[in-house]
C-alpha cells in the first residue's frame, strides 16, 4: 500500500489504520522534535499532493474485508490539513464505511481556515497541536512556515471547538530547554483553560527527532500537569496491543510501514502490532539485510528507523 499504513497500536487512539495525504515531508513547520524528520518543503499552500482516488481505492481494498480498528486516522508523513480534496475524502468514508470513526492528528496550522474547518467538520476526533504560547518559543521550536502566528494555531483551534461538533483533545509536546519554563508552562496553561477542550494531553520527546532535542521525564510532565490544573488532562503513556499473529512477508510490511514513518524500538513495534518481540526481531533482521532499515540509537536505547526508497 503506498497510501494507507498499519493498522498500528495508537497510544491514544487503540488500533488505528494511518492514511498519508502528502509526501515525504511536505508540512507547515519543521519541528524540533519531528519523528519524521526535517520538513523538505514548508508551505500553506493546500493542493492535491497525492491522489483522492488512488488512496479511496486502498482505502476500499482494505476496509471492504470489515478489518478490527478504532480509527481510521490521517497522520503520516507531513500536515494532513494541506491535503486539497480532504473534506471529499471524509465524506466519501463516512458514506461508505460509517461504522468507522475518523481521526485527523495536526498541527493546527490551518484550522482557522473556512475551507478547513468545513472539510474536517465530520471528523470524530481531531488532535491539534499546540507547543508554545509565544511567538518566540513557537519560531524556535515549531519552526513555521515565513507568517505564521501562534495566535492562528489557537485562533483555530478555538473555531474549532466552538463550530464544531468533533471532539478535540489538545497535544502539548514538551522540549528540555524550549517550552517547559515557568513562563512558558503558566501561558500555556491559560491558552488550556480558556479554550476548554475535551482533554489535554502531555507528550514529550520518546522517539529519535529531527534535530537534537531532548524529552522530559514523566516525573516533569506530571508536575507540569499539577501546575496547570486542567481537569481533563492525560499524560500520553505507553500501552499494550492484544497478540496477533501475521504470515511473515506481512509482517516485514507491516514493520517497515511503521519505522519509514517514525523510528520505533522493537519492543514498541511489537506492542504496536500485538506480535511477539522476538517475530518483530526476525523482520528487522531481514529488512536490514535487505537494506531497507538501519538500528540508530537515542538515548542510550536502540531504534529501528526506515530507509526511504
Not at 500553506?44 to 478489518?67: I, N, Q, T
Not at 514513518?261 to 526476525?282: F, Q
Amino acid at each position: 500500500m503506498k497510501y494507507i499504513f498499519g493498522p498500528v497500536f495508537s497510544r491514544r487512539l487503540g488500533f488505528s489504520l494511518g492514511v498519508d495525504l502528502v509526501p515525504y515531508k511536505v508540512c507547515s513547520m519543521d519541528c524540533l522534535y519531528c519523528e519524521v524528520g526535517p520538513t523538505t518543503e514548508k508551505t500553506l499552500e493546500r493542493a492535491e499532493y497525492v491522489p483522492l482516488e488512488g488512496v479511496k481505492r486502498e482505502l476500499s481494498l482494505f476496509l471492504d474485508s470489515s478489518p478490527e480498528i478504532d480509527y481510521i486516522t490521517f497522520s503520516g508523513y507531513g500536515e494532513p490539513t494541506l491535503f486539497s480534496r480532504l473534506g471529499e475524502l471524509i465524506s466519501y468514508l463516512k458514506e461508505n464505511y460509517p461504522s468507522y470513526k475518523i481521526a485527523l492528528l495536526t498541527n493546527a496550522s490551518l484550522l482557522e481556515r473556512n475551507d478547513v474547518l468545513n472539510d474536517v467538520r465530520e471528523v470524530d476526533v481531531v488532535l491539534p497541536s499546540l507547543d508554545a504560547a509565544t511567538q518566540e518559543v513557537f519560531e524556535r521550536l515549531n519552526r513555521p512556515v515565513e507568517g505564521l502566528k501562534v495566535e492562528s494555531i489557537v485562533r483555530g483551534i478555538e473555531r474549532l471547538l466552538k463550530e464544531t461538533d468533533c471532539s478535540v483533545w489538545v497535544e502539548t509536546l514538551f522540549v528540555k530547554g524550549v517550552n517547559d519554563s515557568p513562563e512558558e508552562i503558566e501561558k500555556i496553561g491559560e491558552i488550556i483553560h480558556a479554550l476548554s477542550p475535551h482533554k489535554w494531553q502531555l507528550n514529550t520527546v520518546v522517539r529519535p527527532p529531527a534535530y537534537g532535542v531532548e524529552g522530559l521525564s514523566f516525573e516533569e510532565l506530571h508536575r507540569i500537569a499539577e501546575k496547570v490544573g486542567y481537569p481533563a488532562t492525560e499524560i500520553v503513556a505507553s500501552s499494550k496491543a492484544r497478540k496477533r499473529k501475521f504470515p511473515f512477508f506481512q509482517l516485514k510490511e507491516e514493520v517497515y510501514g511503521i519505522v519509514v514513518r517514525r523510528p520505533c524500538p522493537v519492543e514498541e513495534i511489537a506492542d504496536a502490532l500485538g506480535v511477539l518481540t522476538e517475530e518483530v526481531e526476525k523482520a528487522v533482521e531481514e529488512l536490514k539485510r535487505e537494506g531497507k532499515v538501519e538500528e540508530v540509537v537515542y538515548g542510550g536505547e536502540p531504534y529501528v528507523k526506515g530507509i526511504s526508497s
